[in-house]
């Protein structure tokens, strides 16, 4: 049995489509003296791995690796097993001395050189098991991106998102089985895409031709699906400035609504995130709808029930908003449980609700607003000021 401190006993090695061809003397060698050999059946075939080798399960699953702990093991990968590949799924449940990495070009490196692309410049994804939605919040007239893709298939199901979300004059180039003799590149315009016989491992690049989401807060209410119970946009704009997202904060959301605060939260800071609390059940459709729109279902998180008991067993927070359901009770809840430095925006548009807010500026400080808009609206044929219910807002850091 290997000893882990001074011979780790599992080889992480990254594989191109050229197989042992590309591999370095240190990789050959752990093949050679390894006694199980997991990766993908294409992998398994690249490297001739015979009776010692052991296919990844489906669903994916790193305990083929980890029941081997111990005994000489290898696991092959697409590349770099750290960009996209299993060596971060499995360094969650290993020690540090337990492995060694032999990567080889990733397939983002290998596109990047095939098409003259600055990698520095271009945008990296992996969309071979997420959402096309994924880009979303990156897409912008000029901006370059690599994409992993699932499949063949998977590339005209790109074509037609970019369609249909108005990105269809993008150039779409198709990236086939790169670093190995069988490498091909094709390209053509996302709308009227009609490749066919595209082999996997497949990556795309995009060269985005649209106009993308504003980088402001403030999104237009059209892009949300809603009941009309939802933040107006120039109040989101206002409590997106007073709450302060920050790269890696987690937000409450508390009376959800559409979820429209929860997203603009997560699009504004890179690995924000959001659990959008809800009382009515019927709205938490919308809100799982507007995370999916905006490419963020895995970062915003939906959860029924009405503050305070639904706050119980929560991670908590480093902000929370408060757009409907403000009582005493949950502030009092909220300034007991949550540490210091946690902010905390209210917005409330009742007598009843200002009432509230007035008196937890008196008694916690911070900083309170009224905020009273009017928008132009038609009045015959002449116009006239549309006057919104004034918003009053209460901010704080605990």
Request: proline residues 6%; charged residues 20%; aromatic residues 6%.
């Amino acid at each position: 049995m290997a000893d882990p401190v001074h011979n780790p006993w599992l080889t992480l090695i990254g594989l191109g489509e050229d197989g042992l061809h590309g591999l370095s003397s240190a990789s050959r060698s752990a093949l050679e003296s390894a006694e199980i050999i997991i990766g993908g059946a294409r992998h398994l075939d690249l490297v001739g791995a015979g009776t010692r080798g052991q296919p990844w399960p489906v669903p994916f699953s790193t305990a083929p690796v980890l029941a081997a702990r111990g005994r000489p093991t290898v696991v092959l990968a697409s590349g770099d097993p750290f960009w996209h590949g299993a060596g971060g799924s499995l360094l969650r449940d290993l020690e540090r001395a337990e492995w060694v990495s032999h990567p080889a070009p990733s397939c983002f490196a290998l596109a990047a050189n095939a098409l003259g692309w600055r990698m520095e410049e271009t945008l990296c994804l992996g969309l071979h098991a997420a959402p096309y939605a994924r880009l979303r919040p990156l897409l912008g007239d000029g901006v370059r991106l690599l994409c992993t893709l699932r499949d063949g298939a998977a590339a005209a199901e790109l074509a037609s998102y970019l369609s249909d979300i108005g990105f269809g004059a993008s150039l779409l180039h198709v990236l086939e089985r790169l670093g190995g003799p069988k490498q091909r590149l094709r390209s053509m315009r996302a709308e009227g895409f009609d490749l066919t016989g595209i082999d996997a491992p497949v990556l795309a690049a995009i060269e985005a031709v649209g106009r993308g989401l504003p980088q402001a807060s403030g999104l237009s209410d059209e892009l949300f699906a809603s009941d009309g119970q939802i933040t107006k946009r120039p109040i989101r704009a206002l409590t997106l400035s007073a709450l302060g997202p920050r790269a890696g904060a987690h937000l409450w959301d508390i009376g959800g609504g559409s979820g429209s605060i929860s997203v603009e939260w997560c699009l504004a800071a890179w690995g924000a995130t959001a659990t959008t609390f809800e009382p009515r059940a019927d709205r938490l459709a919308n809100i799982t709808e507007n995370a999916a729109r905006f490419g963020l279902d895995h970062r915003l998180h939906a959860v029924h029930g009405r503050a305070p008991e639904v706050l119980a067993g929560q991670d908590l927070p480093d902000c929370v908003f408060i757009g409907g359901g403000g009582t005493q009770a949950l502030l009092d809840h909220l300034w007991q449980i949550l540490p210091p430095g946690t902010r905390i925006v209210a917005n409330g548009v009742t007598l009843e609700t200002e009432t509230l807010l007035m008196q937890a500026h008196a008694q916690w400080g911070g900083h309170l607003l009224k905020v009273e808009l009017a928008e132009a609206g038609p009045l015959g044929r002449m116009r006239d000021w549309r006057r919104a219910r004034p918003v009053i807002q209460w901010s704080v850091t605990r």
